[in-house]
């Protein structure tokens, strides 16, 4: 899959720069879950950074053909509090890449039949739909104090589709097999 109008291939770059620092930030954040003692706070942190990189690898990967040196404006929350406030931190972003990033991508890469991005995109928007879900449930349970009660969290490398209800035969958004999950445990 490769990429032939500017624009999808602008917001491409954009959202693998998205991507790759909600990646980061997750880990650093995971780190501060850890020492308020919510490990499977932690391990959610981790699971979704995980999420984040198979969506900027997905959209590196529909950008090999376009080498070269860019500088890549993508937005990116920054700060470090307790766990509360980064998990505030992860839904904002969540929230901004479903209301407002992913659809805009989605719509123009399907004006520009751009099949590779359309998928990507596709991927990601879901994907990251429930991200927001299990930090909102995370954050319930952190304000109370408390870590999170879940058990083995799984991420679809494919797609990066997350869940905390068991191994799926089939990943819902992207329809590949159970083998294609990494567990969280
Ligand atoms: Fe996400
Ligand atoms: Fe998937």
């Known amino acids: ?7 999808t291939a602008d917001f491409l770059r954009s959202a693998y720069g998205g991507e790759s620092m909600a990646h980061m930030r997750y880990l650093i954040w995971a780190d501060v879950a850890d020492k308020e003692k919510m490990p499977n706070i932690g391990r959610l942190f981790r699971a979704i950074a995980y999420a984040e990189y198979a969506h900027a ?15 890549v404006p993508a937005g990116a929350i920054f700060g470090i509090g307790n ?3 980064n998990l505030q931190g992860g839904i904002d972003g969540e929230l901004h ?3 407002q990033m992913y659809p805009v991508y989605l719509e123009t890469a399907r004006y520009q039949k751009e099949k590779g991005a359309e998928r990507t995109f596709h991927y990601a928007l879901e994907a990251e739909k429930v991200h927001a879900t299990l930090f909102k449930k995370a954050q319930d349970t952190a304000r109370e104090g408390k870590d999170m009660d879940v058990a083995t969290i799984y991420v679809c490398e494919i797609c990066g589709h997350t869940t905390t209800d068991g191994l799926p035969d089939k990943c819902p958004i992207c329809g590949a097999k159970s083998q294609a999950y990494k567990a969280f445990d």
């Not at 899959?1 to 624009?7: C, E, I, L, P, Q």
């Not at 053909?65 to 860019?70: A, E, H, L, S, T």
């Open 97 to 99: 890449e479903i209301e």
């Open 83 to 85: 766990t509360v406030e």
């Open 1 to 7: 899959m490769s990429v032939n109008n500017a624009m």
């Open 57 to 71: 690898d997905n959209h590196f990967k529909v950008l090999k053909d376009q080498k070269g040196d860019f500088t």
